[in-house]
């Protein structure tokens, strides 16, 4: 499936999928942000659905759903330094 991402409401945990344990814990904040947390796992073999049950039963979060532009610009910031891959937010 390629490289999924995760978010989580204020303070609780969130990540995505399987694999390594490599990315770290970006949480969105001043004006206009949700504060919510964002992860990045790099997961080449989960279906959408196992790659969200695992989310939230392994870490009490969700996959992401972006919101705003502002949201999609702090993610490509965050986690990928700019631009995220085109396979990175299919769905």
């Known amino acids: 499936m390629g490289t ?5 409401a204020l303070g609780a945990a ?5 694999g390594a344990a ?5 949480q969105w904040t001043g004006p206009g942000a949700t504060g919510n947390w964002y992860r990045l796992v790099e997961d080449q ?15 009490g979060g969700d996959l992401a759903t972006i919101t705003s532009a502002d949201e999609q610009l702090f993610i490509a910031l965050a ?3 700019g631009s995220p891959p ?6």
């Open 45 to 59: 073999t989960s279906s959408w659905s196992d790659a969200r049950n695992r989310a939230k039963v392994e870490f």
């Open 14 to 18: 969130l990540t995505l999928a399987a």
């Open 86 to 91: 085109d396979e990175t937010l299919r769905g």
């Open 79 to 81: 986690l990928f330094g």
């Open 22 to 26: 490599q990315a770290t814990w970006m």
């Open 4 to 8: 999924a991402l995760t978010s989580v």
